[in-house]
C-alpha cells in the first residue's frame, strides 16, 4: 500500500493522533502493571532495562542519562532512588576519573530481569494478541520514522 500524497488534511491529523493515543494508553497500561508489581516508576523501569540489556550491565551515568533523555539532576534523582533501593550502583572508571558507570547491582540485576520478563508478558497480551501480524509492521513503521526524523 503506498501513501497518496493528496489525503485529506484532517485525515492524515486524524491518524496522527491515532497513533499517539494508542500509544499513551498502551504504555499507561504497561506502566501501570510494572508499577504494581515491581513499584517501579517510568523513569526507573527505563533506566534497568538499558542496564540490563547492556555489556556488564552497566553503562557510563552521562550516556545513561542522554539515553534515557533525563536531564542531568533529573537523571541523578532517579539514579539516587534506584541506589537507595540497592538496584544501582556508582563505579568509577578505572581508566578515567572523569566517568562513572552506573551498574546493577545483584538485586538488580533480578529485578530487571523479573521486570523486563514481565514487560514481555504484559506486551505480548496488549499489543501482539490485539495486533497480531500488524505488530511487525507497527514497529518496523515506528523504526522506519525514528530513522527519517531523529
Known amino acids: 500500500m503506498t501513501a497518496d500524497p493528496h489525503t485529506d488534511d484532517d485525515e492524515i491529523v486524524t491518524w496522527w493522533g491515532l497513533v499517539i493515543?494508542?500509544?499513551?494508553?498502551?504504555?499507561?497500561t504497561l506502566m501501570t502493571e510494572l508499577a504494581a508489581r515491581f513499584d517501579l516508576a517510568p523513569a526507573s523501569f527505563d533506566i534497568?532495562?538499558?542496564?540490563?540489556r547492556s555489556p556488564e550491565h552497566r553503562m557510563p551515568m552521562t550516556r545513561l542519562a542522554t539515553e534515557a533523555a533525563?536531564?542531568?539532576?533529573?537523571?541523578?534523582?532517579v539514579a539516587d532512588r534506584l541506589a537507595a533501593a540497592d538496584l544501582l550502583c556508582r563505579i568509577p572508571s578505572p581508566d578515567d576519573r572523569r566517568v562513572t558507570y552506573a551498574a546493577l547491582t545483584e538485586h538488580g540485576l533480578?529485578?530487571?530481569t523479573r521486570a523486563k520478563a514481565a514487560c514481555a508478558e504484559i506486551l505480548r497480551r496488549i499489543v501482539l494478541t490485539p495486533l497480531g501480524e500488524d505488530a511487525a509492521a507497527l514497529a518496523n513503521a515506528?523504526?522506519?520514522?525514528?530513522s527519517v526524523n531523529g
Open 70 to 77: 533525563l536531564s542531568s539532576g533529573g537523571f541523578t534523582k
Open 48 to 52: 534497568l532495562m538499558r542496564l540490563v
Open 142 to 146: 515506528m523504526r522506519t520514522l525514528r
Open 110 to 112: 533480578d529485578v530487571a
Open 21 to 28: 493515543e494508542g500509544y499513551l494508553a498502551t504504555q499507561d
